[in-house]
């Protein structure tokens, strides 16, 4: 049925901080567009007379990840899910191939995470290392990572 992922879509409430924070997590802008008319979204079921959309690719990938919109007119109606166990996407989550680099990069730009790494074995018997933080708006953004192998 389907191919391939495509993207996921964040909403944000401030474009240039949002492309300012996900920059600086190392995603390349690919795309920038502003859309103005009478309903320039009617596939997502709300009525939108203006927005601003951000395609971010991982670097060195060419397939879109992330697509942030902006919603300028009307804005958007609420903020993200205050707790993480509500239904419907909670969290987007990334792979690293180290995580202490990602935990470095996320202190040296004073983003903080929602508690300390946990360690876990992977159905295949490898440690995997994970964080949780939040973007500018609030959206729960995951990183998960390889560890050293799991004793048996």
Do not use: K
């Amino acid at each position: 049925m389907f191919d391939r992922f495509f993207h996921i879509n964040i909403c944000v409430s401030d474009m240039d901080r949002a492309i300012a924070f996900y920059t600086a997590l190392g995603f390349d802008v690919a795309e920038d567009v502003h859309v103005e008319g009478t309903d320039v979204a009617p596939h997502l079921g709300i009525t939108v007379r203006e927005l601003r959309a951000v395609i971010l690719t991982c670097p060195g990938t060419s397939s879109p990840m992330i697509d942030l919109v902006q919603l300028i007119d009307p804005p958007a109606a609420t903020g993200p899910y205050p707790r993480l166990d509500n239904l419907g996407a909670a969290r987007i989550s990334f792979w690293t191939d180290d995580v202490d680099r990602v935990l470095a990069h996320l202190a040296e730009h004073g983003i903080e995470t929602f508690g300390p790494d946990v360690r876990y074995p992977s159905p295949t018997n490898e440690q995997l290392r994970t964080v949780v933080f939040r973007d500018p708006d609030g959206t729960a953004l995951q990183v998960i990572g390889s560890g050293l192998e799991v004793a048996s």
